[in-house]
């Protein structure tokens, strides 16, 4: 079933197409297109979170992941795509994997039924090890499956940590002084805010000048343990004593668990953040060689906090 709203689909006006439209770097990629003129036709599964884009000028179609026919037309008359897996967990899923090659599939056929020439990948740090297990072992299966059609130009893109993730670390801080979670507190990680990987895909989609298959990592000014981030973010958030604690695999399991994650979904999440503390996923190309985004950390933790006391007020 596809829904589309509020244009009629046109061959004539080569498209930006956005999938995932209603996820982070979605929406980022999707806006800096609009701001920039470009026509623009984005795919999701909500009519009303595609509104703001329908009223930007935007084509919104409202349609599955993995409905491979509704992405072909979607693809139609596109000048180049943004692809990417969504959602990027399902906690109840006893068989993400199985879900997450549904979703490659329909997306490879509507590129190639579209006669799609260029492609810009959202993939990961994930895809740097090649024993990485669900979720992020789809994003290696989207590149090489992308990278097997040998009609299309294919820029993977794969940044490290999303800043977003921190946004529960954030409010805890906010709440008590102390956060904790699974991942070492002494690990630098190579964050990197969704809006900033949203403004890199926009230009390389803009710009095409891409050949082949090639991959390029995203990060941050600066890679930032979350024993830093807790401290950053208890300064802003006028608790300068904030504290990060590590928890085992076996206490991150049972949060998991009790939040209605499927057992084998939980198991996943837990052998991902092991392989990230061990080292396992990590950058691989040399400094020089990806791109550095600009927002700081700071930057991004004041604004969750902003955000969260402007609805505080609105409630009162």
């Known amino acids: 079933m596809i829904e589309i709203y509020p244009r009629i689909l046109s061959e004539e006006v080569p498209m930006f197409v956005v999938t995932g439209a209603n996820s982070n770097t979605g929406r980022a990629v999707a806006m800096s297109l609009l701001e920039r003129g470009a026509p623009v036709r984005v795919i999701g599964r909500s009519t009303e979170r595609l509104r703001p884009f329908a009223d930007r000028g935007a084509e919104a179609i409202v349609a599955e992941p993995f409905d491979r026919i509704a992405l072909e037309k979607a693809f139609a008359g596109a000048k180049a795509v943004y692809a990417m897996l969504q959602p990027g967990v399902i906690p109840e899923s006893d068989d993400f994997s199985a879900y997450q090659r549904e979703v490659i599939e329909a997306i490879a056929s509507a590129l190639v039924k579209a006669r799609t020439s260029h492609v810009v990948a959202l993939s990961g740090w994930g895809a740097n090890y090649d024993k990485v297990g669900v979720p992020l072992e789809g994003l290696a299966i989207l590149e090489n499956r992308l990278e097997s059609i040998g009609t299309l130009n294919?820029?993977?893109?794969?940044?490290?940590?999303?800043?977003?993730?921190?946004?529960?670390?954030?409010?805890?801080?906010?709440?008590?002084?102390?956060?904790?979670?699974?991942?070492?507190?002494?690990?630098?990680?190579?964050?990197?805010?969704?809006?900033?990987?949203?403004?890199?895909?926009?230009?390389?989609?803009?710009?095409?000048?891409?050949?082949?298959?090639?991959?390029?990592?995203?990060?941050?000014?600066?890679?930032?343990?979350?024993?830093?981030?807790?401290?950053?973010?208890?300064?802003?958030?006028?608790?300068?004593?904030?504290?990060?604690?590590?928890?085992?695999?076996?206490?991150?399991?049972?949060?998991?668990?009790?939040?209605?994650?499927?057992?084998?979904?939980?198991?996943?999440?837990?052998?991902?953040?092991?392989?990230?503390?061990?080292?396992?996923?990590?950058?691989?190309?040399p400094r020089e060689a990806r791109i550095i985004t600009t927002t700081r950390f700071q930057s991004f933790a004041s604004a969750v906090l902003n955000t969260e006391r402007t609805e505080e007020n609105h409630g009162r």
């Open 154 to 285: 294919t820029l993977a893109l794969r940044p490290g940590w999303f800043m977003e993730n921190a946004t529960a670390l954030i409010h805890e801080i906010a709440a008590s002084g102390s956060a904790s979670g699974q991942l070492r507190g002494d690990l630098a990680l190579p964050m990197i805010a969704t809006a900033d990987i949203g403004a890199v895909a926009a230009d390389a989609l803009i710009t095409a000048d891409f050949r082949g298959f090639s991959a390029r990592e995203l990060e941050g000014p600066e890679p930032l343990s979350l024993t830093e981030a807790a401290r950053l973010a208890g300064e802003i958030a006028g608790k300068p004593d904030s504290v990060y604690r590590q928890i085992s695999p076996e206490d991150a399991l049972a949060r998991l668990l009790s939040s209605g994650f499927s057992t084998t979904m939980a198991d996943a999440i837990v052998r991902m953040t092991d392989d990230v503390n061990a080292g396992r996923i990590r950058m691989m190309q």
